[in-house]
């Protein structure tokens, strides 16, 4: 069966059970399923970020298939250009979009702190893991940082357990400086340890990195053995996995640091209505968090919805306010400075 006849089928039956939660879920009620909630119905505009294969776009037309009084209308473009959009939309006094599904916290950050939005309701970020609630958006599933390194060529032992610490070593590592994931991590970086660190660990890298277009690259990269480790997102590594059991590649974890960050999709609510509140409970609905998790192999937000197969170990994220991340332009200008970019 296809991902997309899987997720009509999904929607339409409710496949999972209560499972063990990745992070502690206390005060969180449980995932609602798609039969319970109500038909969605009337005219909806959402501005989606572009990302993810066309899992996203696989979702939207299930939902509508399910929903056939709503008058759903996408528009489609990077998550950045379509914050910089929305924010000269409010400037301008116009509302064209109900909701944003932006692919990463930083859009979402943007959109926030510079136009009119309306709070997530409490009935809704009930359902999400507590350490990733937001007044200003929901989020809707993560993507973890980790370490893919190739284990004939480097015992996991040798591996340093905290992300400053590769400046330091005589390893082969493959990074993508130009990919908005690196950068968001850079900017977590930034805001834990500071501008001057982070200046010294990116000079530090540079001199053992190779670079890459983008994070799949450089997952491929580790496991042709070109490199002996790389920085990339958990699930380019799950999904070469899966097309690839045998690659030579696995994921390590760092601990409490930018190396470890969980960065969320998520949804803001441009307009206070039911029809886009309801639209969110369909995207936080336990088969759609399914689906991301066994297709897109994200960390679902729901709570009690099963992790993707395949994640490494407990993971130890840090502290950090993910709307943050939209402090991009100090990043960028370090990364040319450095002359990584």
Request: hydrophobic residues 45%.
């Amino acid at each position: 069966m296809d991902r997309r006849s899987l997720l009509k089928s999904a929607l339409a039956l409710g496949l999972l059970g209560p499972v063990t939660p990745l992070w502690a879920a206390e005060t969180t009620a449980a995932a609602e399923s798609a039969d319970d909630l109500p038909p969605l119905s009337g005219s909806l505009t959402v501005y989606l970020g572009r990302g993810e294969g066309g899992l996203y776009d696989d979702i939207v037309a299930a939902i509508r298939k399910r929903n056939p009084d709503l008058d759903l209308k996408i528009r489609r473009a990077p998550s950045a250009a379509l914050a910089n959009t929305l924010i000269a939309e409010s400037k301008a006094g116009v509302r064209r979009a109900d909701l944003f599904w932006s692919i990463d916290a930083s859009s979402l950050g943007a959109v926030a702190a510079h136009a009119k939005t309306t709070p997530i309701p409490g009935a809704i970020q009930q359902h999400i893991k507590p350490d990733f609630r937001y007044d200003q958006w929901a989020a809707i599933s993560g993507r973890l940082r980790t370490v893919p390194y190739n284990p004939t060529r480097i015992d996991p032992a040798q591996l340093p357990s905290h992300i400053m610490d590769f400046a330091d070593t005589d390893l082969k590592i493959g990074w993508a400086p130009a990919y908005g994931a690196f950068q968001s991590f850079v900017t977590a970086m930034r805001l834990l340890e500071g501008e001057d660190r982070t200046r010294e660990w990116l000079l530090g890298v540079k001199r053992q990195a190779k670079s890459y277009a983008g994070e799949l690259g450089v997952v491929m990269a580790v496991a042709r053995g070109e490199v002996d480790v790389g920085f990339a997102n958990h699930y380019y590594t799950l999904r070469l996995k899966k097309g690839q059991p045998d690659a030579n590649v696995a994921l390590a974890l760092t601990q409490n640091d930018a190396g470890s960050l969980v960065n969320s999709s998520g949804v803001l609510l441009l307009d206070d209505n039911p029809l886009a509140r309801n639209f969110l409970r369909y995207l936080l609905s336990r088969e759609v968090q399914s689906f991301l998790a066994s297709q897109a192999y994200e960390i679902p937000m729901a709570a009690d919805v099963a992790p993707p197969a395949g994640l490494p170990g407990k993971i130890h994220p840090p502290e950090i306010d993910l709307t943050r991340l939209s402090d991009l332009q100090p990043t960028l200008d370090l990364l040319r400075e450095t002359r990584v970019l």
